[in-house]
C-alpha cells in the first residue's frame, strides 16, 4: 500500500505472561480515518497504544516486532518520546480537560513547547478550536473554566488540545462512548474535516460508527488482527468467517 504512515510488523506485546497482541502486521495510510473494531478484550486500545508508546508506562509491558511512522522505528532507544507522542497525540474515552480556563487547556502544550508569545498563542488557540468545531461555542468563555463545559464539548477541546501541538496522528479511543447522539455526530462530523489533514486511527465499540466515518477497518479477536480492508469491503463482503460472524452480531 503507497503512502503509509505507520507500519506494524509482527508485532507482539505481552503484559507479564499474557500474550495480548499476537504478530499483527498492517499499514496504516496517511489523511486517512482508520478504526480499530473487535469485542471487548481483543485488544484494540493495546494496539493504539503502541502507536506513540503509552503502554511505556505499564509495568511488565514487554513489546517485539517493529513499529514506523514515517518509516523511523518508534521503538528504538533513541526515540525521543515526548516528541513522538507530540507527533502521534492521544484522546481518551473519558473527556479529560485540565482543571483550568479553556484557553489555559489549549495553550498548555504549545507552552510546555516552549511557545510564550501570546499573540502566536493566541492564534494557537483560536485555530485549533476552530479545527475541532468548537470556537463559536467557546469564543466568549476563554476564560472561564473547562470544567463548565457539556460532556461533547469537553471531549472536542480535548481534541483541540492534541491538534495545538501540531500532530500529524491522533489517536482516539472510543472517544465518543461517554457522549449523547448529537455530541457524538459533531465528534464524526469532525473526524471527516481532520483526515484532510492528519492520519486518525479510533477505537470503536461500534460498528455503524466505523462503517460510517472509516476509509478502513481493521478487526480484531484474541490478540490477533483477522481481516484488515476497506471498511465498505469488510462490512459488505468479508473474507474470513469470524468477521462476518462480528459484524452480523451473531458472534460469541
Ligand atoms: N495493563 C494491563 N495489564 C495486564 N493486562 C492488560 C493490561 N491492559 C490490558 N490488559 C489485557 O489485555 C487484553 C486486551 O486489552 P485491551 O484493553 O487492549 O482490549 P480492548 O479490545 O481495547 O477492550 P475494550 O473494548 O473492552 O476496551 C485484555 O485481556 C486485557 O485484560
Request: aromatic content about 6%; proline content about 4%; glycine content about 6%.
Amino acid at each position: 500500500m503507497g503512502n503509509s504512515k505507520i507500519v506494524m510488523k509482527d508485532l507482539n506485546l505481552y503484559y507479564g505472561d499474557f500474550h495480548a497482541l499476537k504478530g499483527i502486521n498492517m499499514e496504516i495510510p496517511a489523511n486517512k480515518v482508520t478504526a480499530f473494531i473487535g469485542p471487548s478484550g481483543c485488544g484494540k486500545s493495546t494496539c493504539l497504544k503502541t502507536l506513540n508508546r503509552m503502554n511505556d508506562l505499564v509495568d511488565n509491558c514487554k513489546i517485539t516486532g517493529l513499529v514506523t511512522l514515517d518509516g523511523e522505528d518508534i521503538y528504538d532507544p533513541r526515540t525521543d518520546v515526548t516528541l513522538l507522542r507530540r507527533r502521534a497525540g492521544m484522546v481518551f474515552q473519558k473527556p479529560n480537560p485540565f482543571p483550568m480556563t479553556v484557553y489555559d487547556n489549549i495553550a498548555y502544550g504549545p507552552r510546555v513547547h516552549g511557545i510564550k508569545n501570546r499573540q502566536k498563542l493566541d492564534e494557537i488557540v483560536e485555530t485549533s478550536l476552530r479545527s475541532a468545531a468548537l470556537w463559536d461555542e467557546v469564543k466568549d468563555r476563554l476564560k472561564k473554566s473547562a470544567l463548565g463545559l457539556s460532556g461533547g464539548q469537553q471531549q472536542r477541546l480535548c481534541i483541540a488540545r492534541a491538534l495545538a501541538v501540531e500532530p500529524d496522528v491522533i489517536l482516539m479511543d472510543e472517544p465518543t462512548s461517554a457522549l449523547d447522539p448529537i455530541s457524538t455526530s459533531k465528534i464524526e462530523d469532525l473526524m471527516d474535516d481532520l483526515r484532510d489533514r492528519y492520519t486518525v486511527v479510533i477505537v470503536t465499540h461500534n460498528m455503524q460508527q466505523a462503517a460510517r466515518i472509516a476509509d478502513r477497518t481493521a478487526f480484531f479477536l484474541l490478540g490477533e488482527l483477522v481481516e484488515y480492508s476497506d471498511t465498505l469491503s469488510m462490512f459488505n463482503k468479508p473474507k474470513d468467517e469470524r468477521t462476518e460472524r462480528y459484524i452480523t452480531g451473531r458472534f460469541g
